[in-house]
């Protein structure tokens, strides 16, 4: 069983903090919908909104998407952004942001790797954060997109910022990841990215999501629901030929260094039932 701790960012809107907690027992949640719905067990009473990536995001092709976890009145939802935002939330060596509480007066909450700033909403989003290191989530006139173009199915960010009293979001990630094989690593992942042909939607000119090559123009809205283990590493959807495959996917936890086991991995869906089923 892997035994890396997993790195949450909590950030509390009504007093104006934030802290970075460590725990070990959530390592057999993997990441993504897993570690979501185990972090909206943990802080249910406090409506939390959480942004939760896995262990692929960042580093290998496809592996695009954050999961979005929401207590929609009572209904528990998972939802997937696409854009860069799993990138920075991955390079801000964090694996999950909680944002819980209700800020007094509208707030941009601007993160950079575990620190947190809160923002005037008089503030322009853009001109926060670094530079080609940053994803910036903003209200849009009466939309909240990602990088001017990616949102979420149902306008469920929409609902999230309003109840929370939230103008922005902007990640910035800058630290560095080491792969102790780097060679085994980079054969890996081209063979991944050969695999492209495989996926079930077709190659546009689209803004496309990090470590994705399709441009494709179903991407926009997010994807919601699906395959628990594929929305674990976060992959997307239209990847799932290749992130369902078990043998696929601890190969690749391997070379980075994760010791998961195929046993891990295939009683995931269960444990995730399980604690679904707690909060539900």
Sequence with gaps: ??????????????????????????????????????????????????????PLNGLFP??????????????IEDIYLGGSISLRIRYAGLDAIVIHGVSREKAILDITNAGVSFKD????????????????????????????????????????????????IVVTGTELINIRDFDKYEDLYKKILNRKDELSVLEGTYPSCSNCPMGCGKS??????????LHSLVACQYADRIYTDVGVVFSCLNVLGYNYTHEDIESL????????????
């Design 62 to 75: 496809f592996a695009s998407k954050t999961a979005v976890v929401i207590n929609n009145d009572g209904v």
């Design 220 to 229: 926009k809205t997010g994807e919601m629901g699906g395959n628990v283990l």
């Design 121 to 168: 909403p008089s503030e322009d989003p853009e001109t926060l954060g670094l530079p080609g290191k940053r994803s910036v989530i903003k209200v849009d006139g009466s939309k909240i997109l990602l990088g001017g173009y990616f949102t979420t199915p149902e306008h469920y960010l929409e609902k999230e910022f309003t109840d929370k009293n939230i103008s922005g």
């Design 1 to 54: 069983m892997e035994t890396r701790p997993r790195k949450i960012l909590s950030i509390d809107l009504t007093k104006k903090e934030y802290e970075v907690k460590s725990f070990e027992d959530l390592n057999s949640y993997i990441g993504g919908v897993g570690l979501g719905f185990k972090l909206m067990e943990m802080y249910y009473d406090k409506n939390p909104l959480i942004f939760a990536v896995g």
């Design 269 to 280: 869906p269960k444990l995730i039932e399980q604690t679904l089923r707690r909060i539900s």
